[in-house]
């Protein structure tokens, strides 16, 4: 099981290191946007911290410890939105676990891997190669936590420091090994809401370039953003949203080259026996995205 660490591409301005911070811890080097992998580790800490876990990240509250932003116990309660992406969360992570594994593919892709651990934590099949991109304050600051704990990855794991908006980040990918010409199972897990349209489409545009026949793309159904509800402790996240391709993703899709299935939030809340929050029943239906390659 090994890390490959290949030279870095070219950043965002925002993103790259510079004298001014080069002894300031890694977390704090992370962009706005980076920083709300933070966010979604309090989820997953929050959730494997309960009696009956939808599952267990051992990892997660090291991260958002580090980070300087753990739990707050007897916290204030949250609001309707905030409890709509709190099981949100919880409920993308254990799908997404569950349908890659079942997927099956040797070469698993994850873009904008933020803190994900599932390299770790999940049972791979032997011979499945784990490909992760972020930008490099990222992939730093995890690898440095995961060493820390002594984190062994259960698949051959290879980071790739890219910036996603770069047009080369396809060639670091193929030079790390990845062939385009076998399946593969891609994860874009809350990525393209901090995305506009016209970004979404070219990311989007680009997988499918590198996506053989059968390939999995596993993505979010996409949310109206200029219909985002105003909640206290949640507008530095909301104001980042820049919306992507919206509802409208399984139709961009299904025309480019893939076929789609929905399924909704709130099946996977009754599957697993979680109840929606209020405000969450009876509006517009979210969801997760599997598009199969044709």
Known sequence: MT??????????????????????????????????AVAVARVRAYESAQPDPLFTDPYALAFVTAAGHPPRPGGAPL????QRLLLHGILRTRHYDDRLLAVGARQVVLLAAGLDTR???????????LFELDLPPVLAF????????????QCERITLPADLTDPGWPELLRSAGFDPGQPAAWLVEGLLVYLDADQAAQLLTTVGELSAPGSRLL?????????????EGLTEMTALWRGGLGPGTADWLDTHGWTTRFTALD????THGRLLPPGVAGGEPSGFLEAVRS
Do not use: M, N, Y
């Open 3 to 36: 890390t490959q660490e290949p030279a870095r591409p070219g950043l965002p301005a925002a993103e790259q290191s510079s004298p001014a911070h080069s002894g300031r811890p890694a977390a704090e080097r992370l962009s706005p946007v980076s920083r709300t």
């Open 79 to 82: 609001g309707p939105f905030a």
């Open 119 to 129: 390299a770790h934590r999940l049972p791979w099949p032997d011979g499945t190669r």
């Open 142 to 153: 995890k690898d440095r936590i995961l060493a820390e704990r002594g984190a062994r990855p």
């Open 219 to 231: 993505v979010e159904k996409g949310r109206d953003t200029s219909r985002t509800p105003v909640e």
């Open 267 to 270: 099946e996977l809340a009754a």
